[in-house]
């Protein structure tokens, strides 16, 4: 089985305990369909950018994004195929489509999550 990679935001906890003192639901709630949204878009772009032979890769990309378990406003995307992580590193034209996926996205994923905040 691959291994996971995995993108943390870290100081969400205290972003959570500010906006429960100030925005209470809705803005933890708008915080979530942000990320939630933003997850969808790196996923779908990456599956995109990833090399093709049969598609598999692709299709576990594209359909791959579900919330967190356990955890607050966090979604996660990857594959689930053997290969997948090898791909990411190794392959020679299409080496880091996940992170350029993620890096591609992560200034508008930060100024969106910025802009909730500041809304109050």
Do not use: C
């Not at 906890?13 to 942000?34: M, S, Y």
Request: proline share 3%; aromatic share 8%.
């Amino acid at each position: 089985m691959a291994r996971r990679m995995n993108v943390q935001v870290f100081g969400i906890d205290d972003v959570l305990k500010r906006f429960t003192e100030t925005g209470g639901e809705p803005a933890k709630r708008d915080l979530e369909k942000i990320t939630e949204t933003y997850a969808r878009k790196m996923a779908s772009e990456s599956a995109e950018m990833a090399p093709v032979d049969t598609g598999a890769l692709k299709n576990s990309i594209s359909s791959s994004p579900r919330k967190a378990e356990g955890e607050e406003i966090a979604w996660e995307w990857g594959s689930n195929l053997p290969y997948a992580t090898r791909q990411e590193y190794e392959h020679k034209s299409k080496k880091g489509f996940v992170r350029k996926a993620i890096w591609n996205n992560r200034t508008k994923y930060r100024e969106a999550i910025r802009n909730r905040i500041a809304k109050g």
